[in-house]
Antibody
């Protein structure tokens, strides 16, 4: 069974850093495109970042360019999102999802709160 | 501001049909047949309902259907049921980005 489990969320001060993890099971992460999507409290889904199946291409939303980096570790079958220079407006539930043109499997999310 | 425009809310009675629109541009919705739709119940992760404009994943009810005309994609739910009450999001894939609509809250009266 395909499963995605996010971790690494928490409370961080503005300007701080956090690394989110997304552990995959039931499939090999390096064989699929993977995405990060976030949802601020009471708001809609916002796409954040994606990586293609061979890791040669990544794309980021303009709002996180230069601050967030998506990567993966094939040996650990885990996707990451390194988040630097965090802002209050980055506060959200962060979901990882499997898929290319469409997101077919989603994790349950991890909460990131940026506050002083 | 979302890249794709959806109505904030729609409603319908059980058994009726409703349609949710998703308007983009010729650079996203209009230029590619890569529109997908997601259902999200409160406190839950989104669930894929439609991909590539009109295809249903295995296990999704055939009451859900998708279409596209020009720069506007649509999700139609027929035979509304109480369990369909949720938020619905469209999404568009292009070679350079992925984007979501602002979401539509469906209320089953």
């Amino acid at each position: 069974e395909v499963q995605l489990v996010e971790s690494g969320g928490g409370l961080v001060q503005p300007g701080g850093s956090l690394r989110l993890s997304c552990a995959g099971s039931g499939f090999t992460i390096s064989s699929y495109w993977m995405h990060w999507v976030r949802q601020a409290p009471g708001k809609g889904l916002v796409w954040v970042s994606r990586i293609n199946s061979d890791g040669s291409s990544t794309r980021n939303a303009d709002s996180v360019k230069g601050r967030f980096t998506i990567s993966r570790d094939s040996a650990k079958n885990t996707l990451y999102l390194q988040m630097n220079s965090l802002r209050v407006e980055d506060t959200a539930v962060y979901y990882c999802a499997r898929g290319g043109r469409f997101l077919e499997w989603w994790g349950q999310g991890t909460i990131v709160t940026v506050s002083s | 501001q979302s890249a794709l425009t959806q109505p904030a809310s729609v409603s319908g009675s059980p058994g009726q049909s409703i349609t949710i629109s998703c308007t983009g541009t010729s650079s996203d919705v209009g230029g590619y047949n890569f529109v997908s739709w997601y259902q999200q119940h409160p406190g839950k992760a989104p669930k894929l309902m439609i991909y590539d404009v009109s295809n249903r994943p295995s296990g999704v009810s055939n009451r859900f259907s998708g279409s596209k005309s020009g720069n506007t994609a649509s999700l139609t739910i027929s035979g509304l049921q109480a369990e369909d009450e949720a938020d619905y999001y469209c999404s568009s894939y292009t070679i350079s980005t992925t984007s979501f609509g602002g979401g539509t809250k469906l209320t089953v009266l």
